[in-house]
């Protein structure tokens, strides 16, 4: 099959967005926590990261968008939507950016996409709260949004690097 048709894309999306879910569900379920409200590991972010090399913006951006509803709705509720709609849709346009200077690596476009992603979800709460004070998480939200960006970026190198070298 043809890796530029459009069925052969569809496909391609429609297997990572599923695998996006899985990992969402993971995660929600993983008993991982720093004590600091809106720090998560993201590593449903690998599948998004790997869809924008692998696939392109628009097909990306889908299996993003798709995946935020679906995990909203199943596992975190409304607000659990709005906050990570901000933090994906702001991380999305960074990393689409950055991205497009062709300076950085992709563990680069993930730093940068980690760390938007939180500015995102701060910015939220400061308008849904009404309260500047949430800022002062930004510093930690901030180092974590580089950290877990860095590793989500390696994963995510890794495993473009295996799908291409498996003709995939």
Do not use: W
């Amino acid at each position: 099959m043809n890796k530029n048709s459009i069925s052969y894309k569809i496909g391609q999306a429609a297997v990572m967005t599923a695998l996006a879910l899985i990992v969402s569900y993971i995660e929600a379920i993983l008993p991982f926590s720093v004590g600091i409200p809106g720090v998560k590991l993201g590593l449903a972010n690998i599948v998004v990261v790997v869809a924008l090399y692998r696939l392109g913006i628009k097909y990306a951006f889908t299996i993003n968008i798709i995946r935020i509803f679906l995990a909203g709705f199943l596992f975190s509720g409304v607000f659990g939507i709005l906050y990570s709609l901000a933090g994906g849709l702001l991380s999305f346009v960074v990393m689409i950016a950055v991205k497009q200077c062709r300076v950085f690596s992709i563990v680069g476009v993930s730093l940068a996409g980690g760390v938007a992603h939180n500015l995102g979800q701060l910015l939220t709460a400061a308008a849904l709260v009404e309260n500047i004070k949430v800022f002062v998480y930004f510093p930690v939200l901030v180092f974590s949004g580089l950290i877990f960006g860095i590793l989500i970026g390696i994963v995510a190198g890794l495993v473009t690097d295996r799908l291409e070298k498996a003709g995939v």
